[in-house]
């Protein structure tokens, strides 16, 4: 599986850096795994709502939409230690009728180093009937908008 | 990946109850998924220190080794809640040079329903020259008797 | 008001062990200080559920009622490492009409040294009208059993 | 204690906007509050590189000293919801021979509802002997130049 996460972000991703703080890193002195998915988790709201144009904590406090995590994965080339900056990015992997699989990607800045490579997979669930959904519309075009936006930065 | 996981925990193996408390638990109720890897991580601890008889804490702090995680990986086939308890148990996946594969199983107790399949990938690594060193001989003793000692119980 | 926080559990209080987990430590290799506040809490859930007799997580989730924390406070005396033990206890220093404060003693296992003493001060809220609500009588009745306890056997 | 604490942050006190996120909150739908100390310590830092000129990193990997924390409070006078953001600001209480009182003040944006008041102090350590040391010169002199700089601020 490690053979299919991406070796780069393309031009078109949405990026976020990353400050790695003392109170990510573990008496190893470098940052305790676990930290990397809750960044994944993080990269999404942002991405939501900087990108996607949707308010993410509207979509989960107002319309009562959840979006559980049903798969997580992550390869650690290599560790990352208090002080430095990871630049991550998000791609999307796949649109299914409820579910979504997103990658990520974090490298290190300035030098570009890949850090780590991820993969999360969700599923659109209502938070009142604790089913999964089909991923709403308004959602939909915006997750294909951005992998199109992707797709077309990395073969220019 | 998902197939590979396993299905149900062999008797043999080194299990450990976890209660889900309130700071696990998002704002939809269920626990947050980077939770789960801090209990493996945790999980990993208590079975070093009390079933393969060697002391974490001494073999980090002491012996200045570590156990940096390479792979991480978990499908959460249910979500669990605050008050509810979990039964995680460890099996031995692959024991290599220098890297070993465990892999995690979590069920819900009193009803065994599988709530989540995990594995995670680390490697024997030198805190002071940080690179990756052969586990040692008696660690890869103790995990080679645990590995057969899952087996046996499993073909029982 | 470090002066008055407590420099020994009575008899009676109420207690659990932790282990200092290697994911509970930073960089400096000592527990990282929002660390203590987590357990704090889940110090209370066990003290609710094993000790008051009242379900915690049906108190929260069935019932619809909260306990915010509306002061957090800690004197870390000496810091504690990985592979550690604390005995942490709790005492219950003022009944309010609606706010409840209580004090926490953790020491080390098995020489007893203190190393840290916390209070928190929470207030009976319903989660429907986000309001402070009186402590519920039987939560009070429970409550006041337990000060008279920790009492009897501090003067015991 | 909680009158001693300030009710607004001077002009010149250094500031960081942190959004509330999904992860911060708990299943009651508010921030977790030991997730505030957490926010507190990743202030100092930014505080540190952003604002004395001492790079954190570098101060505790490279000069292998550290900051314990002896003592944390906090009142938090409201609560704070996912997708909120806070102002946080930071002031020097007092500084003394190794010992260092910090201040924290969180302010909902764009209200200024003041949602939090912390203090933390923290004793500077050698991480080789374990023990306190005086704060270094240029530290010190950073520190008091900030001080000045919230005091003229205020009195402006």
């Known amino acids: 599986m490690t ?3 991406p070796d780069r972000l393309p031009e ?8 790695i703080r003392f109170s990510h890193c573990d008496p190893a002195g470098i940052v305790y795994f676990p930290v990397y998915f809750d960044m ?4 999404i709201e942002d ?3 900087q990108c996607l144009g949707i308010d993410y904590a509207s979509w989960i406090l107002g ?8 798969h997580a994965e992550c390869d650690f080339a290599r560790p990352s230690r208090m002080g430095e900056t990871l630049t991550l990015g998000i791609m999307v992997e796949r649109i299914g ?12 800045e300035p030098t570009g180093e890949v ?17 999964a959904m089909e991923i709403p519309d308004d959602l939909r075009a915006a997750l294909e ?12």
Not at 103 to 108: A, I, K, M, S, T
Not at 115 to 131: C, P, Y
Not at 145 to 156: D, M, V
């Open 97 to 108: 009728r409820s579910s979504l699989s997103l990658r990520f990607l974090g490298e290190h």
């Open 63 to 70: 319309q009562r939409r959840g979006m559980p995590i049903v």
């Open 47 to 49: 991405w939501f709502s």
């Open 40 to 43: 994944f988790n993080g990269l």
């Open 12 to 19: 078109g991703a949405f990026r976020a850096r990353r400050l």
């Open 115 to 131: 850090r780590l490579a991820g993969r999360l997979v969700t599923v659109a669930t209502s938070l009142e009937t604790q089913r």
């Open 3 to 5: 053979s299919a996460l």
């Open 145 to 156: 908008r951005y992998r199109e936006q992707c797709r077309e930065s990395a073969h220019g």
